[in-house]
């Protein structure tokens, strides 16, 4: 079926707009299934002992998301494999490998799971697609098509669907405690009114910053901790609609090589992130070698306003998402590029 664009200008503009309904309905669907690993049971699942979480660009750092979730909440082993290069993951007894793929068409995610002989749990926007047909139980995202090459809902709804499965899998093996996971479906479920508030808040300086940087050959993103697979995913979104250069690392690494990157006025984007004292020598390091520190987070020290639970979440900044795209959206209408259709990209990327 055709997909209207209704009033928006482009698909990628209503579909950043549809973030919070679509987490909404999302975990709607979700909370409440979380205590004692229901979730799981739901799905025809066991209870894991490890997890290997298997996807591709954009999916790849909703499974980081995941990853650091299960690992802090859970201690349940995780790693976190890039379907294109699935050798470093060995088979080990009682692993569940979970694909994450909004079109679940992806090649290498489907030829990586070739290799293992694991159940495979899909998490999906697609649930009749070949990942769904393969997959053992199935995490439909239910986002609605996504037409924009640039994987902005599904992103916000694969991240929902990965912190709720952890959440069900801690809960499982007792390490997260009851009152623990009450707790942090609370700060999900404001999830959705956050995003439609970091919209509204971060919309008009998304707008200004692009007009400023739009001459800008090229942006280095940094964050630290839980914040780091969002600086690696708004550096995608920004690289693949406006066709500019982008270095994404933790913020610890920048001493190691990409500092060399950075002279007067090159531009740096902080996604804020806890621990706040560690990011803030980062951000000093780049100052001092005249980098403009762009940052992203809660609107007291922020270039680009979020809405963010006051205490970090172990999912991190979520919300900074929503800014990250407004921006990279921004830059592109004023670089004059397609924004639904980025040259050189495909929505399913069915070839390995
Ligand atoms: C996202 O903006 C990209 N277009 C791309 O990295 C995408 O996330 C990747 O190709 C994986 O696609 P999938 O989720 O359909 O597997």
Not at 90 to 105: K, Y
Not at 248 to 267: D, N, Q
Not at 314 to 326: D, F, S, T, V, Y
């Amino acid at each position: 079926a055709s997909v209207d664009r209704g009033s928006a200008p482009d698909f990628t503009a209503k579909e950043i707009d549809e973030q919070p309904a679509a987490a909404r309905r999302l975990l709607d669907g979700l909370l409440g299934r979380l205590q004692g690993g229901q979730l799981l049971e739901d799905l025809g699942l066991g209870a894991p002992a490890r997890i290997r979480l298997v996807a591709c660009g954009t999916s790849g750092h909703a499974a980081e998301v995941t990853a650091r979730v299960l690992a802090v909440e859970g201690a349940i082993p995780t790693r976190v494999v890039t379907a294109s290069e699935p050798d470093l993951a060995v088979p080990e007894p009682g692993t569940l490998t979970v694909a994450v793929s909004q079109s679940g068409e992806t090649a290498d995610v489907l030829a990586a799971l070739d290799r293992w002989g694991d159940p495979v749990l899909a998490i999906t926007n697609a649930p009749r697609s070949s990942l769904a047909r393969r997959a053992d139980a199935v995490l439909g995202l239910g986002c609605g098509p996504e037409v924009g090459v640039a994987a902005t809902k599904t992103f916000t709804a694969q991240v929902v669907a990965g912190v709720a499965l952890a959440l069900a899998v801690a809960s499982g093996t007792g390490r997260l405690s009851a009152a623990r996971l009450a707790h942090l479906e609370e700060v999900l479920d404001g999830l959705p009114m956050r995003l439609a508030t970091t919209a509204a808040r971060a919309a008009g300086p998304a707008a200004d910053l692009a007009e400023e940087l739009a001459g800008e050959p090229g942006v280095v993103f940094v964050s630290r901790g839980a914040g780091v697979p969002y600086a690696r995913e708004g550096a995608l979104k920004l690289e693949e609609l406006t066709y500019r250069w982008v270095e994404a690392v933790p913020a610890g690494e920048l001493k190691h090589g990409p500092i060399a990157l950075l002279g007067p006025g090159t531009p740096a984007v902080v996604v804020a992130a806890k621990p706040r004292g560690r990011l803030a020598v980062g951000i000093a390091e780049m100052t001092a070698r005249g980098a403009r520190a762009v940052v992203v987070g809660p609107p007291e020290d922020a270039t680009l306003p979020t809405c963010a639970p006051s205490e970090e979440p172990p999912w991190g900044p979520l919300e900074a998402a929503i800014a990250l795209q407004l921006f990279a959206r921004e830059m592109t209408v004023r670089l004059g590029h397609e924004v639904d259709r980025p040259r050189n990209l495909a929505k399913s990327v069915t070839v390995e």
